[in-house]
């Protein structure tokens, strides 16, 4: 008798546990509307951010803690993969959870969050002050005209190129063509190196050179809206010509189908490539004892068809959850972060872009990173990508089909125009 | 023929002791409602913990996704509306919406236009694996059953390739298939094996048939080492020779663990995400449906669910057929029941 009792008790028990979980996340209906009184409200945080590669957070722990000894900071650390972030902070948002107070953003989250009501507007009581950035940082931390987010860290792309074989960087794609004439293979693996490679993997890095391409020509994958499909154009067809041509004549080796950041970095490092389209921290690695380029590498402006391309933006905002308790000590934080002294001291210790206009031309700071004025030039001329609350199926809309036209599959006249319905298609609302 | 008639017998009903008929009556009419009490608040449990999840995906599966935005505030409007079969529609039709709210073909690179593809390729990769696997494992499954000098070192060096995470298997074939890895390397070709369509489907193949072919040697292994020697000495006494023995004893006989193994497989194939995710992402015609799944998700929740719905009815269904297929001792019927 009493075995089964007790079973039937725990089983019940367990129930019940299970039960009260499920309650337990719907239950907490603390929306966004009652938050009159955590607008005042002061008290530790948690700030949420990817995986600390480069060792900076405890120091901005420290330098915070130090100043608001009452109001502490927690740093959660995610991990290093920006899909896994993202579902990371969805999974926290759905289940309104107030510990989540600052989150830090990819560039290309902000319109999803701010769609979805997960993080507040930066405006009245939690105005920020803008007119230090640089402007495009500010445009992708907009949505709907209203400000979601602190600009934190920025990112452009930059052409690296190799100084002991060509005697001055490209400005445009036809000179970048003619410095390979005679010197480059189709391959990355041939006795010659390669022309010219950038991320063309299936996958987020190809909606970046895609746009790069994009819009250098001149072109727009959406409008002014964010929703607006505007693919169907010379300008565009001439941008992605570009890449689709050097797959075909052999400019871009047909390897570069598979990098990703790191691969096409390794093949430069290794001598490989005359000219590469990355981020700024791969100067650092190229810089490093492991690279045969060290030293023999340039780094400038990425080319366009008529002169400097435009960039796509990279980089990082801090947000203030919808759910937060304490949104005032969350808005001095984010002031905190966006500081001279922080933005100063990421760079100095960890090579991050700051998005402070100013810091760019800082004379100390040039002659310890002597591409600073190559980067601002970059960022100021960078085109966020497009800033839609629809992102996930816009960038699955341009990858599948810029990757088919790389790969010969279609036409490029047939990709933009598959690619402009699918936009149409994934926005459709 | 003398030596086909003991084999035809083993075959034809399962060597495992299946519970007969009686024995079931013999439990009395109270012992049976004990066992329910005892039984009853696990299944309760279990419901819960498993049921309750699947119940709701397949009823999100008829809700709508969130598309609608406000222009003035740029929020999304309330989400979960009666939906009906749109979302089903979108997958197995190919219906996807317009801006002006009329339905289209699904263009190409919207998820909704890779559903087809992705059901072809997750079936491709599952006839072509399971075959090879098949083959392979029991060539394997043969070997290790010899006795011979070093057979323990043989067994162990098959075994460790079903020992290694999936995870870590993607990566190291990624290195291979690297257009500077090893093969290249080995075969003096720069060939890109992960971004053309073929090549990166045979990576994928060859990275799943290294793994997983040991588990099915292993299966076929126990069935061998069921089967009595005696039989094969009669055999040969009687003059056949060593494929009719293959064929008229050996098969018959390791034919229920076989089946186990096939069925099994076939399953993990088609549901297989980590291995094509990692080594391609999915490029190049190797998205499985469960990487649609997965992609889905970051678009849309309630659409996934209908995705994951059709995927999990398509396994199912499968499954119920290769089980009625091999007339499977699997769940523990007795064999003439599938007659």
């Not at chain 1, 008798?1 to 907490?28: Q, R």
């Not at chain 1, 600052?102 to 902000?110: A, E, G, I």
């Not at chain 1, 390979?180 to 991320?199: E, L, R, V």
């Not at chain 1, 366009?304 to 990279?314: I, M």
Request: glycine share 10%; charged share 15%; hydrophobic share 40%.
């Amino acid at each position: 008798m009493s075995p089964k009792v007790a079973l039937g008790a725990v089983s019940l028990l367990g129930a019940a546990v299970v039960l009260a979980g499920c309650g337990g996340s719907d239950g907490n209906g603390n929306n966004s509307g009652g938050d009159d009184k955590a607008a005042s409200a002061r008290g530790p945080i948690t700030f949420v951010t990817g995986k600390d590669n480069s060792g900076l957070m405890p120091n901005l722990a420290k330098e915070w803690n130090a100043k608001f000894p009452n109001e502490k900071v927690t740093i959660k650390q995610q991990s290093d993969q920006a899909d896994q972030q993202l579902s990371d902070l969805q999974q926290h948002f759905q289940a309104k959870d107030p510990n989540y107070d600052v989150v830090t953003v990819d560039v290309v989250w902000t319109a999803e969050f701010a769609a979805k009501g997960w993080i507040i507007p930066l405006e009245g009581q939690y105005q920020m002050d803008t007119s230090k950035l640089l402007g495009p940082t500010v445009d992708q931390a907009t949505y709907n005209d209203k400000l979601y987010a602190a600009p934190y860290a920025s990112d452009a792309g930059l052409l690296y190129y190799r100084k002991d074989l060509v005697s001055k960087a490209p400005a445009t794609w036809d000179e970048m063509l003619a410095a390979c004439k005679g010197k480059t293979g189709p391959s990355i693996t041939g006795a010659q190196p390669a022309c010219y490679a950038g991320q063309f993997a299936k996958y987020e890095g190809l909606t970046v050179n895609g746009a790069e391409a994009i819009n250098s020509a001149g072109g727009q994958i959406v409008k002014e809206d964010g929703k607006t499909p505007n693919v169907v154009t010379d300008e565009a067809k001439k941008g992605l010509e570009f890449l689709v041509n050097g797959f075909k004549q052999g400019y871009i080796p047909k390897e570069a189908l598979g990098f990703q950041e790191t691969q096409s970095l390794n093949a430069f490092q290794a001598g490989q490539l005359m000219f590469l389209r990355n981020w700024p921290y791969a100067n650092a690695i190229l810089s490093g004892p492991s690279s045969k380029v060290a030293g023999k590498f340039g780094i400038a402006p990425l080319p366009g068809p008529d002169g400097p391309g435009a960039s796509s933006l990279g980089g990082h905002s801090v947000a203030i959850s919808t759910y937060s308790k304490y949104k005032a000590t969350a808005l001095d934080f984010l002031k905190f972060v966006q500081s001279d002294a922080i933005q100063k001291y990421n760079l100095n210790q960890g090579s991050q872009a700051p998005v402070i206009e100013s810091l760019y031309s800082d004379p100390e700071l040039v002659k310890k990173f002597p591409y600073l004025p190559v980067l601002a030039e970059g960022i100021e001329n960078a085109i966020p990508r497009p800033v839609t609350p629809f992102y996930p199926a816009v960038t699955e809309a341009i990858q599948t089909n810029i990757y088919a036209a790389l790969q010969g599959e279609t036409s490029v006249d047939e990709a933009l125009k598959n690619l402009q319905a699918a936009i149409e298609s994934g926005t459709a609302g | 023929m003398t030596l086909a008639k003991p084999a035809a017998g083993q075959s034809g009903t399962a060597p495992l002791p299946s519970a007969p008929g009686p024995k079931r009556n013999k439990i009395k009419t109270g012992e049976g409602r004990l066992a329910f009490m005892l039984v009853a608040p696990t299944v309760a449990l279990l419901g819960l913990i498993v049921g309750y999840p699947i119940i709701k995906a397949v009823y999100q599966s008829f809700l709508s996704d969130t598309r609608t935005i406000d222009p003035e505030t740029g929020q999304f409007g309330e989400a979960g509306a009666w939906a009906g079969l749109t979302n089903y529609k979108q997958w197995l039709l190919q219906q996807c919406p317009t801006p002006t709210g009329r339905t289209v073909r699904c263009p190409t690179g919207t998820l909704g236009s890779q559903f087809w593809d992705s059901v072809t390729v997750t079936v491709g990769f599952t006839v072509v694996t399971v075959l090879l696997e098949t083959v392979i494992g029991m060539i394997f499954a043969l070997m290790m059953n010899r006795a011979f000098r070093g057979r323990a070192l043989v067994r162990a060096a098959i075994l460790i390739p079903w020992a290694i995470p999936t995870a870590v298997t993607a990566k190291l074939w990624q290195v291979v298939f690297d257009p500077q890895g090893i093969l290249n390397k080995m075969l003096g070709t720069n060939f890109a094996w992960t971004s053309e369509v073929w090549p990166a489907r045979t990576a994928i193949v060859i990275a799943d048939v290294w793994k997983t072919t040991p588990f099915i040697a292993l299966l076929i292994l126990a069935g061998l080492q069921g089967i009595s020697a005696d039989i094969y000495e009669s055999a040969k006494v009687d003059g056949a020779n060593a494929w009719q023995r293959f064929v008229k004893i050996t098969l018959p006989l390791v034919k229920p663990a076989l089946a186990v193994a096939v069925i099994f497989r076939t399953l993990d194939v088609l549901r297989m995400y980590d291995l094509p995710q990692i080594l391609t992402g999915g490029a190049n015609g190797t998205t499985t449906m469960s990487i649609l799944v997965v992609d889905q998700l970051n678009s849309g929740l309630n659409s996934a669910s209908a995705l994951s719905t059709i995927t999990f009815l398509f396994i199912f269904a499968i499954a119920l057929g290769m089980v009625r297929l091999f007339n499977a001792n699997i769940v523990g019927t007795p064999g003439k029941g599938g007659k």
